[in-house]
C-alpha cells in the first residue's frame, strides 16, 4: 500500500456505513416453503392443458403425450434458477 | 446456535436454523447489494432472492466453511442479473454516513463520488475499506486472482481521488 493508499484508507475510517433494518425472515420463509406448491402448481396444470386442448377442439389428449411438455416445463423451472453460475465480472462496467 | 450448526441444521432440512443465517446476515447483505445496485428496492429484491438461492443450494455447502464469502457469490449473481437492461440507477439511499458528527460533509462528498464509480469500483473499494477485508479475501469473494483485485483497487482508488469533492480531497492533501 503506498501513501496516496492510505490516505483513501484514512478518509473510508472517517465514514460506516448507514444502519440497515432487518425483517426479512418472514418473506424469506414463505418463498422456502413455497417449493413444494410450486410442484404442485405444475401438477395441476398438467390436467388443466389437457382440458384445454379438449375444449380446442383437439382429439383426446392422453397423459403420455402431455409428458414432454410436462418435461420440458419442468426442465425450464430447473434450469432457470442456477446461483453458482460465474457472471461476467463489473470490470468494464464505464459509466 | 453458531453458522456451523445452523448450516448442518439446514442441511437436515430445518427451516427455522435457517432463520439464525438469515436474520444474522441480511443486514450485511442489503449493504453489500445496496453498494452494487444504488437502488433500495432492487437491493431489497436482490437479498431475498439470494436468500431463497442458498437454501436451494444449502445441501451443495460445505460446512466446514464460513457461510457468508458462499453466500455473498449467491448475492453477487443476484444483483448482477439484476443490473441486466435496466435504466440508469436511481440515486435513493445513502452508501455511507458520518462516523462523527463533524466529518459529515466529508461523508458527503464520499458518497456522491461512490455513486459516480463503475459497480465493480464501488464494490472493491467497500469490500477492502469498509468491510476490512484483505486483498485475499475480496479475491475469494468476487471470483478473481489477487494480481487482478490489486490492479482494480488501484484503479478505483484513482477514480474515487477525481470524483472526490472539496473535502474530501482536502482529506486527501
Known amino acids: 500500500m503506498n501513501e496516496n493508499d492510505d490516505d483513501i484508507a484514512r478518509l473510508f475510517a472517517r ?13 424469506v420463509r ?26 380446442g377442439g383437439f382429439p383426446a389428449v392422453s397423459a403420455l403425450k402431455l409428458a414432454p411438455l410436462a418435461l420440458a416445463g419442468l426442465l ?4 432457470r434458477v442456477n446461483p453458482f453460475r460465474v457472471e461476467p465480472l463489473l470490470a468494464g462496467d464505464e459509466r | 446456535m453458531d453458522d456451523r450448526e445452523a448450516v448442518e441444521r439446514c442441511r437436515a432440512g430445518e427451516r427455522e436454523a435457517y432463520r ?3 436474520e444474522r446476515y441480511e ?37 466446514s466453511r464460513r457461510f457468508y464469502p458462499w453466500f455473498y457469490v449467491i448475492l ?33 462528498d464520499l458518497d456522491r463520488a461512490l455513486r459516480k464509480l463503475p459497480a465493480g469500483d464501488r464494490e472493491i473499494l467497500t469490500l477492502h475499506n469498509l468491510d ?26 484513482r477514480r474515487l481521488r477525481e470524483q472526490l469533492g472539496p473535502r474530501g480531497r482536502e482529506m486527501l492533501e
Not at chain 2, 79 to 86: D, E, I, M, P
Request: aromatic share 6%; with cysteine.
Open chain 1, 30 to 55: 414463505a418463498r422456502i416453503g413455497g417449493r413444494l406448491s410450486r410442484w404442485l402448481l405444475l401438477l395441476a396444470l398438467f390436467p388443466a392443458v389437457r382440458l384445454l386442448l379438449l375444449a
Open chain 2, 76 to 108: 453477487r449473481n443476484r444483483c448482477l442479473k439484476s443490473r441486466r437492461g435496466r435504466s440508469p440507477e436511481r440515486l435513493d439511499d445513502t452508501l455511507v454516513v458520518a462516523a462523527a458528527p463533524e466529518d459529515r460533509d466529508l461523508a458527503g
Open chain 2, 27 to 63: 443486514r450485511e447483505a442489503f449493504a453489500h447489494a445496496l453498494a452494487l445496485l444504488l437502488n433500495r428496492a432492487d437491493a431489497e429484491d436482490a437479498v431475498q432472492d439470494a436468500f431463497v438461492d442458498a437454501w436451494r443450494a444449502i445441501r451443495r455447502f460445505d460446512p
Open chain 2, 20 to 22: 439464525f443465517l438469515v
Open chain 1, 76 to 79: 425450464f423451472v430447473l434450469l
Open chain 1, 15 to 27: 465514514v460506516r456505513r448507514p444502519a440497515c433494518e432487518g425483517g426479512r425472515w418472514p418473506i
Open chain 2, 132 to 157: 476490512g477485508l484483505g486483498v485475499r479475501e475480496v479475491a475469494a469473494r468476487i471470483g478473481v486472482p489477487e494480481g487482478t483485485v490489486m490492479s482494480r483497487l488501484s484503479t478505483a482508488r
